[in-house]
């Protein structure tokens, strides 16, 4: 479809009809002083991410702004974005640069930092031959060759960057640049779709594996809950056979002195005392209170398991 020549994107030659995003990159670009590198730059969420140098200001609006208006009639409309202005592409939003290659070579020192440079060895005399601090390592020089490219994480196989070269130049690529950000915006939504579709399988085995272990945890409870239940019920079992044998002796003998009758009273109680935690209604206000044998919201292999009282 980009590939039809009545679909081809024309750039151009004066700076007209400019988009509002396009008109304020200008103004930033015409205001901004060129750094080290000789080169202008300008960012934020309503600009595009344009850094080349002062002579190719004008050609690189004139570039993007083409790429707005052709994006915008393709319904990929030019939106605010979290770093740069970028492209909403199906839902997914594209942030773009358009840079200038800059060649460099090894620095060439300037009559000035040669007279520095002598001043400073005949003050601090050293036999070691040195390089200045302040003195640079390269000089930069722009060298005109525009690259557009898509500022997203790589996608195999997909090209994200347009560049000028021997025997074309990007003002005829822009087509390409449109169709491959097509292509990398669905690579982009499968790529959050897949993310998401982890997310939601992790989160969902998480929640077994602390449903799990929450689940071994309360059988622990329940086995701790029986082993006291049944120790109480075996000591109240010892208990009323003692006293049913003392009983005994002493209706043989037929007397019983003062404090035995009292240990009797006393030990019977306690043996009604031990029962009395076993008793159903006892039992089920304990389970209630303690959660030990609420609904599972996962039904899983260790709902039955059986956890030792070690």
Wanted: with cysteine.
């Amino acid at each position: 479809m980009e590939s039809a020549p009545d679909r081809k994107i024309l750039v151009s030659q004066r700076l007209i009809d400019l988009h509002p995003i396009a008109q304020a990159t200008l103004q930033g670009l015409r205001k901004a002083k060129a750094n080290d590198h000789g080169v202008v730059a300008s960012f934020g969420p309503d600009l595009f991410s344009v850094a080349v140098s002062p002579s190719q200001v004008d050609r690189s609006i004139r570039i993007l702004n083409a790429v707005a208006r052709a994006a915008a009639e393709r319904g990929f409309p030019v939106e605010r974005g979290k770093n740069s202005a970028c492209l909403l592409v199906n839902g997914e939003q594209l942030e773009f640069l358009l840079s200038e290659k800059i060649n460099r070579e090894p620095h060439k020192e300037t009559p000035a930092e040669t007279a520095r440079a002598e001043r400073e060895k005949k003050r601090w005399p050293s036999d070691l031959a040195y390089r200045p601090w302040w003195m640079p390592q390269w000089d930069y020089f722009p060298s005109g060759m525009l690259v557009l490219e898509l500022e997203e994480q790589y996608h195999s196989g997909l090209r994200r960057i347009f560049r000028d070269g021997k025997r074309q130049r990007l003002e005829d690529l822009l087509n390409d640049f449109l169709a491959a950000a097509v292509a990398y915006a669905a690579a982009e939504r499968a790529r959050t779709e897949e993310h998401e579709r982890h997310r939601r399988e992790w989160n969902e085995q998480e929640r077994r594996r602390i449903e799990q272990q929450d689940q071994v945890g309360r059988n622990k409870k329940r086995w701790k809950f029986l082993s006291e239940r049944i120790l109480s019920l075996e000591r109240a079992d010892k208990i009323d056979r003692f006293v049913q044998y003392i009983e005994s002796a002493c209706s043989a003998k037929n007397s019983v002195g003062e404090n035995v009758r009292r240990f009797i009273d006393w030990a019977k109680a306690y043996s009604s005392v031990l029962k009395s935690v076993c008793d159903p209604s006892e039992l089920d206000r304990v389970l209630e209170d303690e959660e030990l044998f609420r609904p599972p919201t996962v039904v899983t292999d260790k709902w039955f398991e059986v956890v030792s009282s070690d």
